[in-house]
């Protein structure tokens, strides 16, 4: 919440988007030497807000790849871009 909040700059719903990215459908895959941790929220978010989530999850991918430096992969967590990704594109 204290990386989030001046990001939103919204209390009275940044709960509710926290919970959200924390209930995610997503995949994880290594690939590279890095963990790509990708994330389908299931609410659609506003561009506005979507960049801003975008940015949280970036700020959080370094942090957590600072903590735990040269003893685990690095790891890289991102928004899905829709369901295709995550189910295969439709024909």
Known sequence: MDI???LYNNYRDDH????ELAR???IIEKRDGVVNIRLLPTMEFQPKVKQIVSNFLEQMSNLINAHFDGRHLPVRIQL????????????
């Open 24 to 26: 995610s459908l997503g």
């Open 80 to 91: 899905l871009g829709d369901q295709s990704e995550l189910f295969g594109k439709r024909q």
């Open 16 to 19: 509710v988007i926290l919970r």
């Open 4 to 6: 989030f909040r001046p």
